[in-house]
């Protein structure tokens, strides 16, 4: 083994949030160092980064994050005006069925394919059919996003998004996952691995009260729609809601979650934890991030 090698085993994660930037370094899947740094008001408007210089130079002079061509670099990017569909397609295998995928996107969602970042999961194959979750993300976010990396001399390797990857975080096949941050959550319902629903939602400015009524509130709205459309699911309906991100301790306490949606609620182990290790909720996207390098 070379030494390139070696050294491409150190992973740098970095998300950036309404209010800061968060970021992990370590290897294999293993974080020993994280950080993070305070944002001024505005910088990331509608979940794009308005000035990806500023917010460069911010990340760039904050001490710790390491630096180097040697390094991978993930990136978190929030759902926020993300759209997301299932589709079935032909069951066929290897490079041709991602050949399908790509022709049935732009037949079935042309606007999507044109103006978003495409990806997608495959699902169970049934009756001859495959079953595909397509995600999109606006170009415009997803191009802040890298642009800021970029102005900090980081070389961006992947992205995700931060739902996603805070939902690898907990590992759980089966999953209701509320990354919950003060001015925005985002819900994913996992079933098998796949993301069958991901919702953002911007959190009004408001009283702590008032803030976890409106945060239980959109969360019986998702798992209503989800139970409604998916009436032979009896797993999700025994699910506990489980919480990650910055606000997921303020959300736990929100005795409305139980009472509007029916769901405990958890604060699950986490699969890879920091040190400190009570910061670890705060940073499962960066965690996601980091074991989407091991699964690659």
Known sequence: MNLREILRRRVLTIAFHERDV?????????????????????????????????????????????????????????????????????????????????????????????????????????????RVFVAGAPRDVLDSHVAAVRAAGLAPDAVDLRVIAASRAIGASD????????????????????????????????????????????????????????RDDDIVPSLPISFVGGAARRAILAEQVTLSTGHEVAMPPLRVSVDPEDQSVRFAANIGLALKEVAA
């Open 175 to 230: 999953a209701v996952v509320a990354n919950v941050e003060d001015g925005e959550i985002e819900i994913a319902i996992i079933r098998d691995g796949i993301p069958l629903v991901i919702r953002h939602v911007a959190m009004a400015p408001q009283d702590d009260e008032a803030w976890k009524d409106q945060m239980a509130a959109e969360l019986a709205r998702t798992l209503k729609f989800y139970c409604d459309s998916h």
């Open 22 to 130: 968060r970021w992990t370094a370590g290897a294999h899947g293993r974080i020993d160092t994280i950080g993070s740094a305070p944002l001024p008001e505005h910088l990331v408007r509608d979940a794009v980064i308005t000035d990806p210089v500023s917010a460069g130079a911010i990340l760039r002079a904050v001490p710790g994050p390491p630096a180097g061509r040697m390094m991978r670099v993930i990136v978190a990017v929030p759902a926020q005006r993300s759209l997301f569909r299932q589709i079935d397609v032909p069951a066929v295998k290897g490079a041709q069925l991602d050949e399908v995928i790509e022709r049935e996107i732009r037949r079935e969602m042309p606007m999507l394919a044109d103006n978003a970042r495409v990806s997608w999961a495959i699902g169970a194959e049934h009756e001859g059919k495959t």
